[in-house]
């Protein structure tokens, strides 16, 4: 079991950054992959980006590579999203979550969710 807490939304300027935090209980979070996902209004959730549970592997949706950044410490039980070259259609709630699958991309792979923080992007 792993429980996870995400922070760091907020609203920026578009072309500006932002850096969300996951942080995750328990003793066992190097044993997950971790990922994110966001979900605008009107919209299903979709895939972010997902690192594996070393940190050795990442993958990216083809809309935020070259713009987002995900990282992991295994130490401190936290995965980072580093959001750059912000865009307005980047607005959305942004979950973390946790698999035991290697590098996940499906949401069905994932078991654990956070509850979302909210990424507002103006134009």
């Known amino acids: 079991q792993v429980q996870l807490v995400e922070s760091g939304g907020g609203l920026v300027q578009a072309g500006g950054s932002l850096r969300l935090a996951c942080a995750a209980s328990?003793?066992?979070?190097?044993?997950?992959?971790m990922g994110w996902f966001r979900q605008a209004p009107g919209k299903e959730r979709e895939f972010v980006t997902t690192?594996?549970?070393?940190?050795?592997?990442?993958y990216y949706a083809d809309s935020v590579k070259g713009r987002f950044t995900i990282s992991r410490d295994n130490a401190k039980n936290t995965v980072w999203l580093q959001m750059s070259s912000l865009k307005p259609e980047d607005t959305a709630i942004y979950y973390c979550a946790a698999s035991n699958f290697l590098l996940p991309r499906r949401e069905v792979d994932f078991g654990f969710w956070g509850q979302g923080t909210q990424v507002t992007v103006s134009s």
């Open positions: 690192i594996s549970n070393t940190g050795g592997s990442t």
């Open positions: 328990g003793r066992t979070f190097g044993y997950y992959a």
